[in-house]
Antibody
């Protein structure tokens, strides 16, 4: 059974930092690209970042470039999102998500999602 | 960026009746080299992560009831629930995975009339 178990998150002041983790099981983690998707309270879904299975290819949306860092440790089957310089508009539930198929880089179609973790940025 | 526009924002349908949700992309998500539409549909219930229903515009994910179907090509797509059940109350999102950044529609809330 595929499981994505998220941890991290919480309340942080503007300008602060947090690290999210997503521990994967039930599949060959290193074969699949992984993404982070966020959802502001009462709003729709916004994709944030992706990392290829090898970790060699990475993409961020413009609004988080230079502030967020996606990474993975394939020996620990864990995905990370380091978030620095947090702003009010980063407040959201953050989900990790697994690509549906094995590809050379990424597919960006998600068949399994973590349970979500709330990041609240407020003074 | 490809903009995904869903309509309506919400709809109320009687149990057992058909629900139809539309999604329009600002540019084609049909990839000519493989003739596939890079369009997916997700269902999200309150307090839960999204669940993949449909991909390649019309392929049902394993385990998804056959009352859910997807259609369309190019820029115009439809998700149909043929006979609405109480457990289908949710928000539905379309998503294009043709090009970075991937983008979602704004969502359509489906309720029981």
């Amino acid at each position: 059974e595929v499981l994505l178990l998220q941890s991290g998150g919480g309340l942080v002041q503007p300008g602060g930092s947090l690290r999210l983790s997503c521990a994967a099981s039930g599949f060959t983690f290193s074969n699949y690209a992984m993404s982070w998707v966020r959802q502001a309270p009462g709003k729709g879904l916004e994709w944030v970042s992706v990392i290829s299975g090898s970790g060699h290819s990475i993409y961020y949306i413009d609004s988080v470039k230079g502030r967020f860092t996606i990474s993975r440790d394939n020996s620990k089957n864990t995905l990370y999102l380091q978030m620095n310089g947090l702003r009010d508009d980063d407040t959201a539930v953050y989900y990790c998500a697994k690509d549906h198929e094995v590809t050379r880089e990424w597919q960006l179609l998600f068949d399994y999602w973590g349970q979500g973790t709330l990041v609240a940025v407020s003074s | 960026d490809i903009v995904m526009t869903q309509s309506p924002d919400s709809l109320a349908v009687s149990l057992g009746e058909r629900a139809t949700i539309n999604c329009k992309s600002s540019q084609s998500v049909l990839y000519s080299s493989d003739n596939k539409n890079y369009l997916a549909w997700y269902q999200q219930k309150p307090g839960q992560p999204p669940k993949l229903l449909i991909y390649w515009a019309s392929t049902r994910e394993s385990g998804v009831p056959d009352r859910f179907s997807g259609s369309g090509s190019g820029t115009d797509f439809t998700l149909t629930i043929s006979s609405l059940q109480a457990e289908d109350v949710a928000i539905y999102y379309c998503q294009q995975y043709d090009s970075n950044p991937l983008t979602f529609g704004g969502g359509t809330k489906v309720e029981i009339k």
